[in-house]
C-alpha cells in the first residue's frame, strides 16, 4: 500500500481483538505488545585478524501480550480455559490498530498462536478499577500491514468491559472462613512452550510442556483469621499430613453489586504455607492484618456464569 506523503500521523486509540476471523469473537482491548519477528545471526572470525563474518540464522517471533476486558471475551475465556487443562489449541487471528475515529490504521496478523500466559490483577476491595486479563500468547508466525482506514466493528455493548471490578470478589475455601479476605494479590498462570527447528522452515514450530499453577497471596483482618490460623497451626506448626491437609475452593469474580458470579476460576488441591502479620507500628488507627500464601495444585477456568460460555 502506498503511503502519501502528506499522510499524517494517528494516534492508536482503539484495538480490535479477532481470532479466527469471527466478528463474535472480539474483545475490549486497553493495550497491545509485542509481536515482532526478530533474525538471529552468527559471525565466524576468518583470519588473524579482526575481520568477522556475520551470517542470518533462525528467526525468533516475540510474544504477544494484551489486556483484555470482559466485553464479547467468551472465545478467548474459553481458549484460557481449554490452555489450563492441557487441551490445546493454536489459532489465527488479528490485532488492528484503530484512531479515535474507528478507522484502521494497522494491523498485526498471528498464526498458530498458542496462550504462554495469563495473568489477574490483584484483588482488593478497596479498589475501583475496572479488570482486565493480560494475555500472553506466542505465535509461530506474525505479519504486519498498513490498513485501508475501513472502519472496525465488534459485537455487544463497550460499557460491558467495566462489568469486572478488581474490588468485587469472594475467595472460597472448603471448610474454612475466608469470606472476610479483602486482597488477593496479582498472580500468573504460566504455560512452558518450547521452540522447534524444522528443516524446511525458517519459523520454529512451537510445542507445549508444562503448566504451572502459581501460589496465592491473601489478606484479611486479623480478627477474623481464626479458622486460617488454625489451618496454619495444624499443617505447618504440627505438621499434619497430605491429602487431610489439602483443600478444594475457588476465586469467585463478582457483578459490581455483588448479586452473581461472573466467572470463577475453581482451585484444586490447595494448601497453606505460610501465615504471618505485616509490619504495624503502635498509637495507629488502621486496621490489623494478616497475610497467609497458598500453593494449588491446578486451576479451572468455569465461565458460565454471568458472561455465559460459548
Known amino acids: 500500500m502506498a503511503i502519501s506523503p502528506t499522510a499524517r500521523s494517528f494516534a492508536a486509540a482503539f484495538y480490535a481483538l479477532e481470532v479466527d476471523g469471527s466478528p463474535v469473537r472480539f474483545a475490549h482491548v486497553k493495550s497491545v ?15 588473524s585478524d579482526n575481520l568477522r ?13 494484551w489486556e483484555v476486558g470482559m466485553e464479547q471475551a467468551n472465545f478467548l475465556m474459553w481458549w484460557i480455559k481449554k490452555s489450563w487443562k492441557k487441551q490445546y489449541a493454536r489459532h489465527n487471528g488479528s490485532i488492528t490498530h484503530a484512531d479515535f475515529d474507528l478507522k484502521a490504521q494497522f494491523v498485526h496478523e498471528f498464526f498458530d498462536a498458542l496462550i504462554e500466559e495469563t495473568s489477574f490483577p490483584t484483588l482488593d476491595a478497596s479498589s475501583k478499577d475496572a479488570g482486565y486479563l493480560k494475555v500472553k500468547v506466542r505465535a509461530e508466525r506474525t505479519e504486519m500491514r498498513r490498513a485501508g482506514g475501513e472502519k472496525i466493528q465488534g459485537t455487544g455493548d463497550a460499557r460491558k468491559a467495566k462489568l469486572w471490578r478488581t474490588a468485587a470478589f469472594r475467595l472460597v475455601i472448603d471448610g474454612i472462613d475466608t469470606k472476610r479476605v479483602n486482597k488477593i494479590d496479582g498472580f500468573t498462570v504460566k504455560q512452558g512452550i518450547k521452540p522447534v527447528a524444522p528443516g524446511p522452515s525458517r519459523f520454529p514450530q512451537l510445542e507445549p510442556t508444562k503448566i504451572d499453577f502459581p501460589d496465592l497471596s491473601c489478606h484479611m483482618p486479623l480478627q477474623h483469621a481464626d479458622q486460617v490460623l488454625a489451618w496454619y497451626n495444624d499443617v ?23 448479586s452473581e458470579v461472573i466467572f470463577r476460576i475453581n482451585l484444586i488441591d490447595v494448601g497453606i504455607k505460610s501465615f504471618s502479620v505485616p509490619k504495624s507500628e503502635a498509637g495507629k488507627a488502621e486496621v490489623k492484618k494478616c497475610k497467609f500464601d497458598l500453593y494449588v495444585g491446578a486451576m479451572e477456568l468455569e465461565n458460565d456464569g454471568a458472561l455465559g460460555l460459548e
Do not use: C, W, Y
Request: charge should be negative.
Open 236 to 258: 505447618v506448626v504440627r505438621g499434619m499430613k497430605d491429602p487431610n491437609a489439602e483443600r478444594n475452593g475457588a476465586i469467585e469474580f463478582l457483578s459490581p453489586d455483588r
Open 53 to 65: 563474518i556475520k551470517h542470518a540464522t533462525t528467526l525468533d517471533v516475540e510474544p504477544m501480550t
Open 33 to 47: 505488545e509485542g509481536g515482532s519477528v526478530k533474525m538471529n545471526s552468527v559471525d565466524e572470525q576468518t583470519g
